[in-house]
């Protein structure tokens, strides 16, 4: 899990963590999980909506890669994988490895859990 007031570094670059990105990613991860479930996608913007975060659906990269570190920390599959352009229904550029196997794992894995 994410602590704020901690740095986290990804891809090279430092990210200091506050309350707020916490608050975010643990809402962006209670409605990826339900996704999950479902064996679905969520558009960047329906991710915006159904997890009611304050930024425009392009803005979420930073988030996104927040959201992975704290799914690798929990050593679960990376819940980032089942955000798609609403345009092709892919990751957007940002997403770095195997979306399409990343999310057959997050569907196997969510799939096990209790609700």
């Known amino acids: 899990m994410l602590i704020a007031g901690e740095s986290v570094i990804v891809d090279g670059r430092v990210l200091a963590v506050n309350e707020r990105d916490v ?8 409605y990826l999980v339900d996704v999950a479930r479902a064996g679905d996608k969520a558009t960047y ?3 915006v909506d159904g997890a009611e975060l304050p930024y425009p659906a392009r803005g979420l990269g930073r988030l996104l890669e927040l959201l992975s570190e704290d799914c690798d920390r929990r050593s679960e599959p990376g819940l980032a ?6 345009s ?3 990751v957007g ?3 770095g490895g195997d979306a399409a196997g990343e999310r057959a794992r997050v569907y196997a894995y969510w799939r096990k859990r209790p609700n």
Do not use: T
């Open 23 to 30: 608050a975010h990613v643990a809402a962006m991860r209670e």
């Open 45 to 47: 913007g329906e991710l």
């Open 81 to 86: 994988s089942l955000v798609v352009a609403k």
């Open 88 to 90: 092709s229904g892919e």
């Open 93 to 95: 550029s940002g997403y």
